[in-house]
């Protein structure tokens, strides 16, 4: 370019010779370089529509899993259950986790009825400590049992069993086991008659194997319904339940929560539509002069509606762009403060932005457009 | 003059003063129907916890203990002690009984069935028992305590001595719905097959009078569980009542927590241990507050995304009358005459959209709440002057800056129409 001498003539063959498209280019550019007031106010109100479209989207994605996270905290929503009080094989607890795939986890029980020295007959059950407290976490305990021999006993249980705190005594079938009473259990269900042990000074004791396996599966109710068949199949001599009183409750919840967050994202997509379609109808509208002057210059009605289709279709993807970014940063936030835990931002949800935008935008520009095709860019130029 | 410039711009310029009038609307609506939905839902969403059943459990204060595996009792039945059924009623005289929702009495029996004398456990309840407790009538019983159950045929009739059979059961004695099956040597007709998911689905359950009569025991009661709405549980509700001195008594017992609750149920039914039910009633608070959260953020969003948008649309409307202004300017207005006829515009712009949007936010806000929780949405009183407020607050800030940079503009650009 610099080897060209810049006198009016050369310039205007080079313009000359450029292509068509070059000039469309730059009224593009200038436009939104010149008056970039008009156009920064237009693009606010994109962004910020796409930010929350964004934003709403990906939590109404989102929220759903995350909250299914939360009622685990209700515990096991499967039982697998012997029949007729029938063992389950040794090697239950992990067939049960190979079929949850870690997304889940799982209990095993044993119950046995034993009795006091005075003859009071008491339920004790064997569990695996460490998983009971990952999955019942409404269980208040004073302190878990750590070493063999040590027992946690029901809040009703104890003054039966150890009223003073003290070693205990219990026998089952003319086996006898010293227990100490480590900590104290309170749920304010059946639990608190019972004295737990850890399941491998059990069946030590009482030779009995699991009979109960509870199990919480994370997941929709369709996945809760595969990982029930898929237990049954696996466990042909035992019954797979799911615990209606928490499968149903949490689908209740759920569906009001989601039918709250839809009519929430619904509501506020659409007002962000309409604002940015009342922006944008200004922002074309008050162009009119633009618009008389590239028609009395003699540019075709379809290159000057390209003009200004190409305008806000750009307008809405640099939006949708920037909108996009913001929304992710909100979701991300919102997970963050009330889940404590990130929000994955979801690409899937970029294209909707993106066309939904172009499309509003488009709709915008058109408009004002067809209103203007009809009116003498004269009268326009006379500031009418 | 004044009062007149503003009529004729209203008068003049319509589409314009429609367009940021549309908009502000729409913002006040969305606002004011999202703060109305946020500040329910606790409530709403705390009704719906109640379909995970009972929270409270009230038992006999001197129980024995219970012996019991899956369900199944394996206790002689005459054992330990019974509340009476006659103090039920007064569950509903309790300080909070409007959070009471409803409560289900149990009475477990072994009975055997059949010529084959098969054993099971028939459990007496109310199904939807009418009682009355002074002037008040209410209905109460599994069928709003148990949402979860589910019956085959139909429920039995409180004084009837229909029975329903567990699942289970059921298909073991080969008996449907309308089948008669001997109970503890009398006949009894088979109004459902029940299926609970539970323990029930292996029992017969049966109205309470029935089991009262199996264990000879009129008036006994095993255990009551009651569904109440609670608050969830904080510092102090964890404490101790007794520790507690006069006026943070008086507060704890005021607070509808599971606790005080319980302490409440214990007080109106004699010789009784209430307790919560830690698995349903622990678990709900998280819940509530994860969903009330989650709610008031959107909110936040909602409420900031509104106000950028009536900000966007009052700056559009005010930059489009710059001309207006030179001319203004030119014929010798101060830039503060300028200023205040743009505001007085936006404030009156702001209280008519505003009034239009609260109406038609209420409007939504009502939809919302009838079409998915099926019951009102109230809307605060309180509500129509702090959103009136927040929508001149929000189109005076988003006026602001487009009204000074009008004011400042050179009159002979803005008559040039240089912009």
Request: charged letters at 20%; a positive charge; hydrophobic letters at 50%.
């Amino acid at each position: 370019m610099s080897t060209v001498p810049r006198t009016p003539q050369s310039v205007a063959e080079r313009r000359a010779a450029a292509p068509h498209a070059s000039m469309f280019l730059r009224m593009l550019l200038r436009a939104a370089v010149v008056r970039r007031g008009r156009a920064a106010s237009a693009l606010l109100a994109m962004v910020v529509a796409a930010a929350v479209a964004t934003a709403m989207m990906n939590l109404y994605v989102d929220v759903q899993a995350k909250l299914r996270k939360e009622f685990r905290s209700y515990g096991a929503n499967v039982v697998v259950v012997g029949k007729d009080g029938a063992f389950l094989p040794p090697d239950a607890i992990s067939k049960v986790e190979s079929v949850l795939g870690g997304r889940g986890m799982a209990v095993p029980f044993a119950y046995v009825v034993a009795r006091t020295p005075a003859g009071q007959s008491v339920v004790v059950a064997g569990t695996d400590f460490e998983r009971v407290q990952r999955l019942d976490r409404w269980w208040s305990v004073s302190a878990w049992p750590s070493a063999t021999g040590e027992a946690l006993v029901g809040m009703r249980a104890l003054p039966v069993v150890s009223p003073e705190r003290k070693p205990f005594d219990l026998s089952f079938q003319g086996h006898t086991v010293h227990l100490t009473p480590t900590g104290t259990l309170q749920t304010g269900a059946a639990e608190d008659s019972r004295v737990y042990l850890p399941m491998s000074d059990f069946a030590a004791w009482t030779g009995v194997q699991p009979s109960t396996i509870e199990v919480a599966a994370n997941g929709s109710s369709e996945e809760l319904n595969a990982v029930v068949n898929r237990l049954a199949q696996t466990f042909p001599n035992a019954d797979v339940r799911p615990v209606r009183q928490i499968v149903e409750g949490e689908a209740r919840v759920l569906g009001k929560t989601r039918a709250t967050l839809y009519a929430a994202a619904t509501l506020i997509i659409l007002t962000a539509a309409l604002c940015v379609l009342a922006t944008l109808t200004g922002w074309v509208f008050d162009r009119r002069r633009d618009f008389a002057i590239m028609k009395a210059l003699g540019a075709s009605e379809r290159l000057i509606s390209g003009f200004f289709a190409a305008e806000a279709a750009a307008l809405g993807a640099v939006g949708a762009l920037l909108g996009f970014v913001i929304g992710i940063g909100i979701a991300a936030w919102i997970g963050r403060v009330n889940f404590n835990a990130v929000v994955v931002p979801r690409l899937s949800v970029l294209p909707i932005v993106l066309a939904g935008s172009i499309a509003v935008a488009l709709l915008s520009a058109i408009v004002p457009m067809s209103l203007l095709r009809r009116v003498q860019p004269a009268i326009i130029l006379k500031g009418e | 003059m004044f009062a007149r410039l503003l009529y004729e711009s209203f008068r003049r310029q319509k589409r314009r003063k429609l367009l940021a009038g549309i908009a502000i609307t729409l913002g006040v609506a969305i606002a004011t129907a999202m703060i109305a939905v946020a500040t329910d839902i606790g409530d709403k969403i705390n009704r719906e916890l109640r379909s995970y059943g009972a929270n409270l459990l009230v038992s006999p204060q001197e129980d024995t203990l219970d012996v019991e595996i899956g369900g199944v009792n394996l206790k002689p039945p005459s054992d330990g002690n019974f509340l009476n059924e006659a103090d039920l009623p007064k569950i509903k005289g309790t300080f909070w009984r409007n959070n009471i929702l409803g409560f289900s009495p149990m009475l477990p029996v072994n009975v055997s069935l059949g010529s084959s004398g098969q054993q099971t456990t028939l459990v007496g309840t109310y199904f939807a028992k009418k009682l009355n407790f002074g002037k008040d009538q209410f209905t109460t019983g599994v069928r709003n305590t148990h949402p979860w159950w589910r019956i085959q045929g139909s429920w039995p009739a409180d004084d009837s001595e229909d029975v329903l059979l567990g699942e289970h059961l059921a298909r073991k004695l080969n008996e449907q719905a309308g089948d008669t099956v001997e109970i503890a040597g009398q006949a009894h007709h088979v109004a459902g097959v029940l299926s609970t998911g539970g323990a029930e689905d292996e029992q017969v359950v049966a109205p309470l009078h029935v089991a009262q009569q199996i264990l000879g025991k009129p008036d006994a009661v095993r255990r009551v569980y009651v569904s109440a709405l609670t608050k969830p549980e904080d510092a102090l509700a964890r404490r101790d009542p007794k520790s507690m001195s006069g006026e943070v008594w008086d507060r704890w017992y005021c607070s509808p927590y599971a606790q005080s609750i319980a302490y409440q149920l214990q007080e109106a039914i004699p010789h009784s241990h209430a307790e919560q039910i830690r698995q349903v009633a622990q678990n709900e608070g998280t819940v509530l507050s994860r969903i009330q959260g989650l709610m008031l953020l959107i909110t936040l969003a909602a409420l900031f995304a509104s106000a950028l948008a009536v900000s966007a649309a009052m700056a559009t409307a005010i930059f489009e009358r710059r001309r207006e202004v030179g001319l203004m300017k030119a014929l010798g207005a101060g830039n503060v005459a300028v200023a205040a006829l743009f505001f007085a515009e936006s404030t009156l712009l702001a209280l008519l959209g505003g009034l239009v949007g609260f109406f038609a936010g209420s409007w939504l806000a009502h939809r919302i709440g009838r079409s998915i929780f099926d019951s009102q949405i109230t809307i605060q009183p309180v509500l129509f002057p702090v959103i009136m407020a927040i929508a001149v607050i929000v189109t005076f800030a988003g006026s602001a800056a487009a009204i000074r940079r009008a004011v400042q503009f050179d009159p002979v650009f803005a008559l040039r129409g240089d912009a």
